[in-house]
């Protein structure tokens, strides 16, 4: 059983910075497809990021490209969320997902594990 361990996350304020980690247990983390999903309050989750394992392609939502960057180190078996530039509207709870046979999607249906969540609280 893969398990996944989100931290970084906290109360910044608007136009500060956060880095979350994401942490995978098992060995075959490398050939996992990785993404990121935020859940507001009241809200559906909604895809982030990802980052597939075979070139290390990146996507990104509208909403955050050019302020969050996702990468991997698949020597530490985590993956990364640098969230820069940060709104009030990126206030969630934000969610690792891996996907065993390495793609990569904008939905979180095909996602195989999940990460019990970290919060993101951004103040204006």
């Known amino acids: 059983q893969v398990q996944l361990v989100e931290s970084g996350g906290g109360l910044v304020q608007a136009g500060g910075s956060l880095r979350l980690s994401c942490v995978a247990s098992?060995?075959?983390?490398?050939?996992?497809?990785m993404g990121w999903f935020r859940q507001a309050p009241g809200k559906e989750r909604e895809f982030v990021a990802a980052i597939s394992w075979s070139n290390f392609g990146t996507y990104y939502a509208d909403s955050v490209k050019g302020r969050f960057t996702i990468s991997r180190d698949n020597t530490k078996n985590t993956v990364y969320l640098q969230m820069n530039s940060l709104k009030p509207e990126d206030t969630a709870v934000y969610y690792c997902a891996g996907c065993r046979d390495g793609r990569v999607s904008t939905m979180s249906a095909m996602y195989d594990y999940w990460g019990q969540g970290t919060q993101v609280t951004v103040s204006s």
């Open positions: 098992g060995r075959t983390f490398s050939t996992y497809g």
